[in-house]
């Protein structure tokens, strides 16, 4: 579960490439603030195997409130 921010992070890292074939992780949640269209993009490019899925709520309580299970097309 990572915040957009840390998100995008994350994709800057190497070993996301060893990754791509989804064996490994199967899901990232993304919440806390917006998610950019061109991080999610750039998620589906680099993992396309893998669910991302962003969740919004009050920003005065640490809940999720929403979810939408990003698709790429």
Request: net charge negative; aromatic share 24%.
């Given at each position: 579960h990572f915040i957009p921010a840390m998100l995008n992070s994350f994709l800057d890292q190497a070993e996301i490439a060893t990754l791509s074939d989804g064996t490994s992780l199967k899901r990232v949640f993304a919440g806390g603030e917006p998610l950019a269209p061109r991080v999610a993009a750039r998620f589906a490019s680099l993992l396309p195997e893998v669910s991302l899925i962003h969740g919004y709520g009050p920003?005065?309580?640490?809940?999720?409130?929403?979810?939408?299970?990003?698709?790429p097309e």
């Open positions: 920003t005065e309580a640490t809940v999720d409130a929403a979810f939408y299970v990003f698709d």
